[in-house]
T-cell receptor, first 114, second 110 residues
Framework: DGGITQSPKYLFRKEGQNVTLSCEQNLNHDAMYWYRQDPGQGLRLIYYSQIVNDFQKGDIAEGYSVSREKKESFPLTVTSAQKNPTAFYLC?????????????FGSGTQLSVL | EDKVVQSPLSLVVHEGDTVTLNCSYEVTNFRSLLWYKQEKKAPTFLFMLTSSGIEKKSGRLSSILDKKELFSILNITATQTGDSAVYLCAVSDSGYALNFGKGTSLLVTP
C-alpha cells in the first residue's frame, strides 16, 4: 500500500541529546513537509522540501535540521538547541499543483523529554 | 494573532444528529481552504475549496466556502460514532505553510 511511514511512534529525548525522526514515503511525491502539533494549537510548519537535495525553513525551524538525500526520505533531527521539543510531529507529502495543500500525512511521532 | 479560527473547539452529539463546524479566516493572497479529519494520529484530507458557493460533498459530509465573509462550514449529517475525530481547517496563501486552526473535537455518542 502507498503511504507515509513515520518511526518511531514514541521517542524520548534526554537533555542535550539530538534525536532523529524518520519519515519515508512510497507515493512518489516530490514535496515533503514536517509539521509540529502542540495541544490546543494548530499545526505549524518546521521544514519543507520540494525536491531532492533542497529544503527550506518553515515558520518554526529553529532547533531543527533536515536532509533530503532521497526522494522517499525526509528525516528530521531535533537538536539540543530546541528547548521545548515535547510535541507530536507529523510528516506529510504532496504532489502536483496542490502539493502543499492536499497533503498525505504519516501517523506521527510523539516526542517527550526525560 | 490566529489567522484561522475554528468553532466550536469541542462538541458532543448523539448518533444521528447533524453537526455544523465553522472555520473563519483572515489571510492575504488566499488560495484555498482545506478540511482534514484527524482520527487518533494521522490527518486525512476531506475537501479543498477554492470558489465561493460551490458545495463539495462526500457521502454524509459536505462543505462550502464564502470568500466574501471569509468562512467555511463543514456539515455532517446522520452522524455515526466513526465520525468522532478532530476536524482541522487550514488555509493556503502565497507561502508554502498551511495556516491551521486549532481544530474542533467531535465526539459522537451512541
Amino acid at each position: 500500500d502507498g503511504g507515509i511511514t513515520q518511526s518511531p511512534k514514541y521517542l524520548f529525548r534526554k537533555e542535550g541529546q539530538n534525536v532523529t525522526l524518520s519519515c519515508e514515503q512510497n507515493l512518489n511525491h516530490d514535496a515533503m513537509y514536517w509539521y509540529r502539533q502542540d495541544p490546543g494549537q494548530g499545526l505549524r510548519l518546521i521544514y519543507y522540501s520540494q525536491i531532492v537535495n533542497d529544503f527550506q525553513k518553515g515558520d518554526i525551524a529553529e532547533g531543527y535540521s533536515v536532509s533530503r538525500e532521497k526522494k522517499e526520505s525526509f528525516p528530521l533531527t531535533v537538536t539540543s538547541a530546541q528547548k521545548n521539543p515535547t510535541a507530536f510531529y507529523l510528516c506529510a507529502s504532496g504532489a502536483g499543483a496542490a502539493a502543499n495543500e492536499k497533503l498525505f500525512f504519516g501517523s506521527g511521532t510523539q516526542l517527550s523529554v526525560l | 494573532e490566529d489567522k484561522v479560527v475554528q468553532s466550536p473547539l469541542s462538541l458532543v452529539v448523539h448518533e444521528g444528529d447533524t453537526v455544523t463546524l465553522n472555520c473563519s479566516y483572515e489571510v492575504t493572497n488566499f488560495r484555498s481552504l482545506l478540511w482534514y479529519k484527524q482520527e487518533k494520529k494521522a490527518p486525512t484530507f476531506l475537501f479543498m475549496l477554492t470558489s465561493s458557493g460551490i458545495e463539495k460533498k462526500s457521502g454524509r459530509l459536505s462543505s462550502i466556502l464564502d470568500k466574501k465573509e471569509l468562512f467555511s462550514i463543514l456539515n455532517i449529517t446522520a452522524t455515526q460514532t466513526g465520525d468522532s475525530a478532530v476536524y482541522l481547517c487550514a488555509v493556503s496563501d502565497s507561502g508554502y505553510a498551511l495556516n491551521f486552526g486549532k481544530g474542533t473535537s467531535l465526539l459522537v455518542t451512541p
